[in-house]
Nanobody
Framework: QVRLVESGGGLVQEGGSLRLSCAASGRTFSIYTMGWFRQAPGKEREFVAARSWSGGNPNYADSVKGRFTISRDYAKNKVSLQMNSLKPEDTAVYYC????????????WGQGTQVTVSS
């Protein structure tokens, strides 16, 4: 089992920045990919960013490219999402997720953290 705990959400004005963190514990050696997703009220959950647990180029949704950066703190088994130039449409609950393979979906999910961007 892998446990994921997000932190760092909050309320920010348009154009501001927030940094989300996801702490992974348990069988972290089984993680292949870490990702961030978000779900806005009344909308389906959508992909935001992902990167291989061991390194490599990250992937981003078009809507966040150039504004968000996903990174890993190897010493602390954490994955962070730096969000800059935030827009009201970025308002959502953000979830951290871990996949054990490159083929399937994500196997583990965090509880989510609320990000609200005011205009």
């Amino acid at each position: 089992q892998v446990r994921l705990v997000e932190s760092g959400g909050g309320l920010v004005q348009e154009g501001g920045s927030l940094r989300l963190s996801c702490a992974a514990s348990g069988r972290t050696f089984s993680i292949y990919t870490m990702g961030w997703f978000r779900q806005a009220p009344g909308k389906e959950r959508e992909f935001v960013a992902a990167r291989s647990w061991s390194g490599g180029n990250p992937n981003y949704a078009d809507s966040v490219k150039g504004r968000f950066t996903i990174s890993r703190d190897y010493a602390k088994n954490k994955v962070s999402l730096q969000m800059n130039s935030l827009k009201p449409e970025d308002t959502a609950v953000y979830y951290c997720a871990a996949a054990q393979t490159a083929l399937g979906g994500y196997d583990y999910w965090g509880q989510g953290t609320q990000v609200t961007v005011s205009s």
